[in-house]
Each structure stands twice: as structure tokens, then as C-alpha cells.
């Protein structure tokens, strides 16, 4: 089967809308299960395939992911190119609520979570260039397929990568913006990596739902404004990755 495009959805998205003659598929991989089925249908006469990263219900925190999985799936269903969505928190000032970014870096501050298909016994241990996390061509289509669309996206920033699911504190969000992060969420690593590894073309759409702690105004950061902002953010998205899709 033939993918042109394949999304896991983040936070406030968990289908696509629009997809015509869907069909589900749960995927056994050797890392155990996926996030839930993966569903495939037609947009625009290309064939995609959705993922919802925390599942159709959001009952799988960030850390708890099975990454892996996610991405096998994909990659055995025949999808080669990745769209992940992600609600991130804004560092950078003017990447607020409800701005879109495509980023072209990351810092990964997760840990516990499997960072490689490699750590399995007897498998070739593959060592790999991630000098550039984000596929650039898959990267360029996207800000491209947004400005058709007539939605404004930042092109590039640097992606901090925390374990979650709390928010972080004031002190860690200055000591990532010392680091050089101009984002930060939950789940955009170990995706990107775990995708290259399956050659995977990969690239990030971050939703900022929120100013990290410490960056805006308010001195708490209000959960419901949070899923308020990820919804207006998450309306615009279907334009983008349609857009994408027509290109
Ligand atoms: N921090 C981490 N992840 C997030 C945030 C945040 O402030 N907002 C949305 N996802």
C-alpha cells in the first residue's frame, strides 16, 4: 500500500477530518502496541493515514507513548512521510498562544522513554547523522503548503523536548531559553529520531497553546486557556496539511 502522507496527532487532534473511505488498522510490531488503530483514507486523491499520539480518548500521557510502536506501524502500513502535530509551549516572544511553528532543531530532555529500534538483542546497532532532526524538503512543503493556505507559521526554532506530563517551572523553562529552546513540549522526542531511524521523512507542526512558565504575563498557566489556544490552533491545521496534500 502506498501512504502519501502520515499524521499522528497531538493534543486537540485526533482525526483528520475529511478522510474518505477510511479503514482502521491495529498493527502488531515487535515493540508492542500502538497509540490505537491507525486510520487510512483518502484526501484530495492521496491516500493518508492517521495516528492520534495519545490515543482517539487522549488516555496515554507523553511518557507513556509507546514511540516505537507509533512509528513501526506507520512505517509497515507503507507510510515514508511523517507530519507530526504537537501542542508546545512558547519561550521565544513571539511565538504566543495560538501561533503555529515549524521547527528546525531540537534539545531532547526526556529520559526513561526508548530512544532506538537498535536496543533490541542481536539487531544491528545503527549509529545515525541527526545533525538536522526535521527532514528540510518535507519542512519546506509544509511552511509552503501554509502559505497557499493563508496561514501564517514561523519557519524554524529549536524544540526542547521534556518528559511532562507536568508543566515545567520557571527555572527550567530559563535555564531552556539559556540552552537556546525557543519551544517547549512533551512528545516531539524521541518521534523524530525513531522516524529517521526508520528513514523515515519527518517534520513537526507545534501549536503553541501557552507562554512556558515565566514568559507571559499570568504567573500560573491556566490548563482551560491552554486547551482554549490548542483549539484555534488546531482548526487551521486540516487547512495546512490539506493544502499539502493537493501540492
Ligand atoms: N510545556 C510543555 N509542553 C506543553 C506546554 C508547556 O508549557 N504547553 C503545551 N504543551
Redesign the pocket.
Known amino acids: 500500500m502506498t501512504i502519501d502522507l502520515a499524521i499522528i496527532g497531538g493534543?486537540g487532534l485526533y482525526n483528520f477530518p475529511g478522510l474518505e473511505n477510511a479503514t482502521r488498522h491495529r498493527v502488531d510490531t515487535p515493540f508492542g502496541a500502538a497509540s490505537g488503530d491507525v486510520v487510512i483514507g483518502d484526501f484530495a486523491g492521496r491516500r493518508v493515514a492517521f495516528l492520534a499520539r495519545h490515543g482517539e480518548s487522549h488516555t496515554v500521557p507523553?511518557h507513556r507513548v509507546n514511540y516505537r510502536a507509533n512509528l513501526w506501524a506507520l512505517h509497515s502500513l507503507g507510510a515514508r512521510r511523517v507530519v507530526g502535530v504537537?501542542?508546545?509551549?512558547?519561550i521565544r516572544a513571539d511565538m504566543g498562544p495560538r501561533v503555529i511553528v515549524v521547527p528546525d532543531q531540537v534539545i531532547d530532555y526526556t529520559y526513561g522513554r526508548y530512544t532506538s529500534f537498535c536496543d533490541v538483542e542481536g539487531a544491528e546497532v545503527r549509529h545515525i547523522d541527526f545533525s538536522e532532526p526535521y527532514t528540510e524538503a518535507l519542512r519546506r512543503e509544509l511552511i509552503e503548503a501554509a502559505g497557499k493556505a493563508g496561514v501564517a507559521v514561523i519557519d524554524g526554532g529549536c524544540y526542547g523536548a521534556?518528559q511532562?506530563p507536568r508543566?515545567?517551572t520557571r527555572a527550567e523553562?530559563a535555564r531552556m531559553k539559556r540552552d537556546g529552546c525557543d519551544l517547549?513540549?512533551?512528545t516531539g522526542m524521541p518521534e523524530a529520531v525513531l522516524a529517521r531511524e526508520l528513514d523515515l521523512a519527518y517534520a513537526c507542526l507545534a501549536l503553541?497553546?501557552?507562554?512556558?512558565?515565566g514568559c507571559g504575563d499570568e504567573a500560573e498557566?491556566s490548563i482551560e486557556e491552554?486547551f482554549a489556544h490548542?483549539a484555534a490552533a488546531t482548526a487551521e491545521v486540516p487547512r495546512i496539511l490539506g493544502q499539502l496534500l493537493k501540492s
Open positions: 493534543s507523553p504537537n501542542a508546545v509551549g512558547g521534556t511532562g508543566l515545567e523553562i517547549v513540549g512533551m503553541v497553546a501557552n507562554f512556558a512558565a498557566i491552554i490548542l
